[in-house]
């Protein structure tokens, strides 16, 4: 069978009539989207979220601030220090 052979057959009558037409109005799928990755889709969600990323934004500055700070400060004292105290403590025992 060619293929001339075969597309006169799909074309005939008798087919046709069993077969079912063509669909035309197909409708597509939404696309599915990750609200834990997507802020505006969680905000839609969940209008709250908006004020909880906030807050964790301005902790989360608060924190590295803090630690910026202690850098500055020194609040750990010197090495000298800690090698006697480290020594105090292995004589102590």
């Not at 939404?30 to 990755?37: G, I």
């Not at 910026?68 to 090495?79: A, D, E, F």
Request: glycine share 2%; with cysteine; hydrophobic share 40%.
């Amino acid at each position: 069978m060619t293929n001339s052979d075969f597309a006169r057959l799909i074309r005939s009558e008798e087919i046709t009539k069993v077969v079912r037409p063509c669909r035309k109005n197909t409708k597509k799928h939404k696309v599915h989207r990750n609200p834990l990755k997507k802020p505006a889709l969680m905000v839609k969600l969940n209008p709250y979220a908006k004020v909880l990323r906030r807050a964790a934004v301005i902790a989360s500055q608060k924190i590295e601030k803090a630690g910026r700070r202690r850098l500055r400060l020194r609040i750990w004292p010197p090495r000298r220090q800690l090698k006697s105290l480290l020594l105090e403590l292995l004589i102590c025992r």
